[in-house]
């Protein structure tokens, strides 16, 4: 498989993660289950002043889900982008596709960590073919570095 092949089906995979993350972001508040709907509740009724602004937990959760949906956009279109450039500028894209993978990796064992196994498993999936493309990069041409 080639860098660009790879790239593109990570970032499918994250454009995939993306609508997963949007159904349960916007869906967190309503549940069948009573002791959830209690939390929810919970977080979205008491509001506290915090650096100017009134807000209550819940609305700090919605915003931290809205920036994740952004950040999982942004991968989407760099990875798609970098899978474009690499038939043409491959030396020129290999640093930004490192750090790509990087994110994704760390992204990923935050994902792990907090969240659930199968979020974690398509950002890890998608930062593996991201390594694998950016290996492949520097096999044909040479250290990064050089």
Known sequence: MTTKILLRIASM?????LIGHSIGQNGWKRNDDPVM???AQWMTGPRFPFMGVTRSMGDYFDGYGYIASVTMVIFVVLLWLASSKVAAHGRAVRGEILVLAIALLAISGIEFLYFFPFAAIITSLSAVLTIVGWSLLNVARGPILA
């Open 37 to 39: 709907r209690q939390v």
């Open 13 to 17: 995979l994250m454009l995939t993660h």
